[in-house]
């Protein structure tokens, strides 16, 4: 858990300095967080516009919820 980023309350710099995530993806995940309320699990990335199971697989572990 320690160092891990908290997709329910990750700032977009905090997003940013994850590797895989550019600045759209970043606010992609904001504005998803914004409408459908906080993430249940770091899988739920994958109904965010542009982040793939492939892209999920090389980012989850890099956050928590």
Known sequence: ???KI???SASETQ???VNGIGPTKAKSIIE???Q???FESVEQL???K???SKT???ISDYFVV
């Open 32 to 34: 998803y967080r914004e």
């Open 1 to 3: 858990q320690q160092g």
């Open 46 to 48: 994958k109904e965010v």
């Open 50 to 52: 542009g982040i793939g």
């Open 36 to 38: 459908h309320g906080n």
């Open 56 to 58: 999920l697989e090389k």
């Open 6 to 8: 908290n997709l329910n």
């Open 15 to 17: 997003l940013l300095s």
